[in-house]
């Protein structure tokens, strides 16, 4: 059972332009939400998190929003850059971000920015 | 900050040889590392977590005695895949995680390739 959902494998962006990633996730307990980057063989890096008592996070050109009652969140990526095309990996916590609770990932989305 | 290394960044073994991975916290205090295993093309698995000074809490399905781990210290946790078989060839990453890294988020490793003959 898939607790956490990105639902398009992949993306494709034209540079400059806005990227928009999407996750849903169905445990009601999950509290806390990252985004990670990540490169083929080389480990995740983190990008950006929310708690549940948040609805925007903003950090430069990342911005995650948080809809609970819809149990969905997205990473918005403005502007796109090349440098930004990589698998990006939603993940949740329940326990609001303690620092020993497990993350459930989804499966990962792969942005491509075009130049 | 928040800077986490991982040893060997790949290795091949002969099956039935044992490999240790090691997982370093390099910048902040582990009170809880992850590890994780990645098939091609698939999520990351949570395959156990260890709490420092503690038995590891493994995951369904991850067989303890074949997936040794050992958290010594605040900074350095140690997998072992004893007696490694060909269907133990996979990309296996570690993230430490601790009050000093920021509200509990987890930092990962740049992961280790295993590949068993």
């Known amino acids: 059972d898939q607790q956490v959902k990105q639902n398009s494998p992949s993306l494709s962006v034209q540079e400059g332009r806005i990227s928009i990633l999407n996750c849903d996730y169905t445990n009601s307990m999950f509290d806390y939400f990252l985004w990670y980057k990540k490169y083929p063989a080389e480990g995740p890096t983190f990008l950006i998190s929310i708690s549940s008592i948040k609805d925007k996070n903003e950090d430069g050109r990342f911005t995650v929003f948080l809809n609970k009652s819809a149990k969905h969140l997205s990473l918005h990526i403005v502007p796109s850059q090349p440098g930004d095309s990589a698998v990006y990996f939603c993940a949740a916590s329940a326990g609001r971000g303690g620092s020993n609770y497990k993350l459930t990932f989804g499966k990962g989305t792969l942005l491509t920015v075009n130049p | 900050g928040a800077v986490v290394s991982q040893h060997p960044s790949w290795v091949i073994c002969k099956s039935g040889t044992s490999v240790k991975i090691e997982c370093r916290s390099l910048d902040f205090q582990a009170t809880t590392m992850f590890w994780y295993r990645q098939f091609p093309k698939q999520s990351l698995m949570l395959m156990a977590t260890?709490?420092?000074?503690?038995?590891?809490?493994?995951e369904q399905g991850v067989e303890k005695d074949k997936f040794l781990i050992n958290h010594a210290s605040l900074t350095l946790s140690t997998l072992t895949v004893t007696s490694a078989h060909p269907e133990d060839s996979s990309f296996y990453i570690c993230?430490?995680?601790?009050?000093?890294?920021?509200?509990?988020?987890?930092?990962f490793g740049p992961g280790t390739r295993l590949l068993v003959l």
């Open positions: 260890s709490n420092e000074g503690s038995k590891a809490t493994y």
């Open positions: 993230s430490a995680s601790g009050w000093t890294s920021g509200s509990g988020t987890q930092y």
